[in-house]
């Protein structure tokens, strides 16, 4: 059973950092992408950051851009987010996701679409 589980989120004050942590397990297909999402109560979900399984490249929100790292253990096995300088804009139940190969040309990599997978979501609460 494909599992992606999710941690790190906690309540935390604005300026703050946090590393969420998501542990992939019994995924076969062959993974074109690691992903962190957010969502927030009334909209819909909306991607923070993508990470290629084979490159490493990874692409960001512009929101979130210059604060927040996306990263990949050499197994591929564990994605994690590392968000700096955390604003209360970022409070939001974040969700990790993987992706099947190929990647469609015409969705975005930061596209909930481009993503088969989810986990449970974490919650982060940042206060000013």
């Known amino acids: 059973q494909v599992r992606l589980l999710e941690s790190g989120g906690a309540s935390v004050q604005a300026g703050g950092s946090l590393r969420l942590s998501c542990t992939v397990s019994?995924?076969?297909?062959?993974?074109?992408?690691m992903g962190w999402f957010r969502q927030v109560p009334g909209k819909s979900r909306q991607g923070v950051a993508t990470?290629?399984?084979?490159?490493?490249?990874?692409y960001y929100a512009d929101s979130v851009k210059g604060r927040v790292t996306i990263s990949l253990t050499d197994d591929a096995q564990t994605s994690y987010l590392q968000m700096d300088s955390l604003k209360p804009e970022d409070t939001a139940k974040y969700y990790c996701?993987?992706?099947?190969?190929?990647?469609?040309?015409?969705?975005?990599?930061?596209?909930?679409?481009?993503?088969?997978?989810w986990g449970q979501g974490t919650q982060v609460t940042v206060s000013s």
């Open positions: 996701a993987s992706g099947r190969s190929p990647m469609s040309s015409e969705v975005s990599v930061l596209d909930p679409r481009t993503f088969q997978n």
């Open positions: 990470i290629l399984v084979r490159s490493r490249t990874a």
């Open positions: 019994g995924i076969t297909y062959e993974r074109c992408c």
